[in-house]
């Protein structure tokens, strides 16, 4: 880019798309964000999420074991950040324990969301096919608008007029 190109560009227009563009970004994924569990629960998608959900609850929790070496030093990791934030040692075993099975709880429900979606999807490419049966609506013959009466009482009211007006002559 030379500079007399450079020169043209305004900050403020650069300033302004940037905004822009970080504002649509941030609208996007709040409105994402919101009207997914309203899609899903307007789709009847809800069972299907719940239960998908359970099952991949099950598989996870099934992989944590005592004899899982991953899982035994992830708990170990969080025990002991927690027990050197100033948590005594029961506290954080629960709280290792609980953070452990938040984490199994979202991975499970993100798992069951890319299902329900790729089950969406696979429905939405059977009905492609239906759109070739659709028809555009046939026009309606149009019928003449009834005139108003407004317009039938000033024409009678100028008949009769031109009536008197011959017969006075």
């Given at each position: 880019m030379d500079a007399e190109a450079h020169a043209r560009v305004s900050p403020w227009v650069v300033t302004f798309a940037v905004m822009l563009a970080t504002f649509m970004e941030v609208l996007d994924t709040t409105v994402v964000n919101v009207s997914i569990p309203h899609i899903a629960g307007n789709l009847a998608a809800t069972m299907l999420l719940a239960r998908r959900t359970q099952m991949h609850q099950n598989v996870l929790v099934g992989n944590i074991t005592a004899g899982n070496l991953e899982s035994g030093r992830m708990l170990?990791?969080?025990?002991g950040w927690f027990h050197a934030n100033g948590v005594d040692q029961y506290v954080a075993s629960r709280r290792a324990w609980a953070t452990l099975y938040g984490m199994v709880q979202r991975h499970a429900s993100m798992l069951s969301f890319v299902e329900a979606f790729w089950v969406m999807g696979v429905l939405?490419?059977?009905?492609?096919?239906?759109?070739?049966?659709?028809?555009?609506?046939?026009?309606?013959?149009?019928?003449?608008?009834?005139?108003?009466?407004?317009?039938?009482?000033?024409?009678i009211h100028e008949e009769l007029q031109d009536e008197e007006l011959l017969l006075v002559h």
């Open positions: 170990q990791g969080m025990q939405f490419l059977v009905m492609l096919p239906f759109i070739l049966f659709l028809r555009n609506p046939r026009p309606k013959a149009q019928r003449p608008s009834p005139r108003p009466a407004a317009e039938e009482i000033t024409e």
